[in-house]
């Protein structure tokens, strides 16, 4: 039997949340940052119907700060790390109760957070679980797996020279089938505009079915990735994919710079599907159409505009532990 991430919609034992722990790296945006974490946390749980939330803090004051704002909606673990984004340093856990710990190189060396190289391997052993080594660089917030074996990918990430500059789009899909169980690669092209994670597609593109693919559309004559939308739309459906698409959230700016706002950053929970929201026009049409996907699931919007602050959002900063 080949093993394999299972799809986020499959059940949870419980997921690591990443709570901001750095005042130098937060600044007057981490009180605010860490309310949005334990918004997001108490959504997850849903009053005992979810998965059990984990906060991993980096110090002790950051867990005494977890533990008043979640209260008893989680529970809090005190591991060194750089920044929140478990997505990507966490292991990637896989059907057969292994999981897989990837190189990390700090997203092709552009922010170099003491830590983040090792919280993969940390995170695995707090719940007693054999993580294997892969000797290549991946972030989980690159790819998304349907459960079959088809996972969704960018050419911006992937193939990106900062990350495995050895490998080609052959040694990469090689890669993927033998750690992960790939049996089949979509490539989407770029990922969304002023996205320094080189393209994640955790922001673009979400299976939320075998073989079915949620995308954004387009919101309002300037938005900044309408070419890079219907781009992924084109591969995805010559791809033979069935693509379901989510109003985008437009164009969305702070300090007049223009942010990788999505709602594609949802994580699907046991019990609820929690979705970022920014305070867009769109916002309310985002959530309902992400909630007509997942029936049996309550869709919570929680708005995440000091977390996107930090480079991310909702799922950048999740790892979820499936059930066994």
Not at 33 to 39: G, I, M, P, S, T
Not at 93 to 104: I, S
Not at 142 to 170: K, S, W
Not at 281 to 287: H, P, Y
């Amino acid at each position: 039997m080949i093993a394999r991430q299972p799809p986020e919609w499959a059940p949870h034992a419980a997921v690591w949340i990443g709570f901001p722990s750095h005042a130098d790296l937060w600044e007057a945006d981490l009180a605010p940052a860490q309310a949005e974490v334990a918004a997001f946390a108490r959504a997850v749980w849903a009053d005992g119907a979810g998965e059990r939330p984990i906060l991993v803090c980096a110090d002790a004051a950051a867990a005494e700060a977890a533990a008043a704002l979640a209260g008893d909606a989680a529970d809090v673990l005190v591991r060194p790390f750089g920044d929140v984004w478990l997505r990507d340093t966490g292991p990637i856990l896989l059907d057969d109760g292994t999981a897989r710990d990837f190189a990390f190189n700090y997203w092709g060396g552009k922010y170099d957070l003491p830590g983040d190289e090792a919280i993969g391997g940390l995170l695995a052993a707090s719940r007693g679980i054999a993580a294997r080594r892969c000797d290549w660089v991946l972030e989980g917030g690159a790819i998304d797996a349907d459960g079959t074996g088809l996972i969704v990918t960018t050419e911006q990430c992937l193939l990106n020279p900062n990350r495995n500059p050895d490998f080609d789009r052959a040694a990469i899909e090689a890669r993927l089938a033998e750690d992960l169980g790939a049996t089949r690669i979509l490539w989407l092209g770029e990922g969304l505009a002023h996205d320094h994670t080189d393209g994640h597609v955790d922001n673009l593109a979400r299976f939320v079915a075998p073989n079915r693919l949620a995308l954004p559309e387009a919101r309002g004559e300037d938005d900044p990735n309408a070419a890079v939308y219907a781009d992924a739309r084109a591969r995805a459906e010559a791809a033979g994919l069935e693509v379901v698409l989510i109003p985008s959230p437009g164009r969305v700016t702070r300090d007049d710079a223009v942010v990788p706002a999505s709602y594609m950053n949802f994580y699907i929970g046991n019990a609820a599907v929690v979705v970022p929201l920014y305070g867009s026009a769109q916002d309310e049409a985002g959530l309902a159409a992400i909630a007509a996907l997942f029936p049996g699931r309550r869709a919570v919007g929680i708005r995440a505009d000091h977390l996107l602050t930090g480079g991310g959002s909702l799922h950048c900063i999740s790892q979820q532990i499936p059930s066994r």
